[in-house]
């Protein structure tokens, strides 16, 4: 097997017998990481991650990225032979938390982020759409060359959670208090918010919904002290919702990803299956209780 230093990175290709197919290694000189990968079709794969020190390496890959920053942040894509075969360089705080990278069935990549509070500033993106990234969540949409596709800018607001469709069609989720600045167009409502919208493959808005709800985000994320599990995603027939500690006087809404409001049963004790027949989709399953509001997303199949 192969030796890696403590600080470096790497990734490793298998086929489907679990065969070693490639290997390579992430470093520079005091250290470098990867925080996400993207699987796109037939062979390649797009990853996002960090390197500290002067110089990016990556094994057999000519080093080509540099940095004056404490830190820099890259982006690759990798074909069917395993190579990289485009590698951008950009400028920010960075955190596995904070990045995520998603591919679609025509080996575009998406890279967003997910970040609350900070500074960003991205040389790379800049180049392309002359925005100052203050404080701002994105996604940008890159072919299979590298070359800039379209691009998304939430300010004022929260990116929660984001659906790449295999068609390349956009989901995502943000909250925000008040308003929310999407690409330049202000959206409003009172309050603490869900803000829910769709996007064609040119990242033109297709349709947007704003949900006013006491919610801190979506998914995984919840202000509630209860720790509460959504099962099976997908589903078909049925959701089952169980509590870990008894709720009381708790209620659990469902929407769709239009803002409108499917279901709603009140919730007691540490258990409810919901035999509610529903549409194939993508929902938003609200649980309130005096413990707090969570919300979580489910695939009915």
């Not at 075969?85 to 990045?99: E, H, I, S, V």
């Not at 509610?276 to 938003?284: A, D, P, Q, T």
């Amino acid at each position: 097997m192969y030796a890696i230093a403590e600080s470096d990175g790497y990734w490793a290709k298998f086929d489907t017998y679990g065969e070693l197919i490639k290997f390579k290694q992430i470093y520079s000189s005091i250290g470098a990481g990867i925080f996400d990968v993207g699987a796109g079709k037939n062979g390649h794969f797009s990853y996002v991650g960090y390197f500290n020190g002067d110089t990016l390496y990556i094994d057999d890959f000519p080093p080509t990225l540099s940095t004056t920053a404490e830190t820099g942040n890259f982006v690759a894509h990798v074909d069917d032979s395993d190579t990289e075969t485009w590698l951008f360089n950009f400028n920010g705080t960075f955190g596995p938390d904070r990045y995520g990278i998603e591919m679609d069935s025509t080996n575009n990549t998406y890279l967003y982020t997910l970040w609350e509070q900070g500074y960003y500033y991205n040389a790379f993106l800049n180049s392309f759409v002359g925005a100052d990234l203050n404080g701002s969540n994105y996604v940008v949409k890159m072919d299979a060359a590298g070359n800039f596709l379209c691009f998304l800018q939430i300010s004022q607001g929260q990116l929660k959670d984001i659906d790449i469709q295999e068609n390349g069609q956009i989901y995502i989720v943000a909250n925000f208090e008040d308003f929310l600045i999407l690409n330049g167009t202000t959206y409003t409502q009172p309050g603490n918010s869900l803000f829910i919208a769709a996007f064609d493959l040119n990242c033109n808005t297709s349709w947007t919904s704003l949900i006013s709800n006491p919610v801190t985000g979506t998914n995984e994320v919840s202000n509630s002290r209860n720790d509460i599990s959504i099962y099976p995603n997908p589903a078909h027939d049925e959701i089952n919702i169980s509590a870990k500690e008894p709720i009381t006087h708790g209620r659990v809404n469902i929407f769709n990803l239009t803002g409108e409001l499917i279901l709603s049963e009140s919730f007691n004790g540490s258990h409810i299956t919901i035999r509610e027949k529903l549409v194939s989709g993508i929902y938003l399953i609200q649980m309130a209780c005096r413990e707090g509001i969570l919300v979580k997303k489910i695939f009915i199949e």
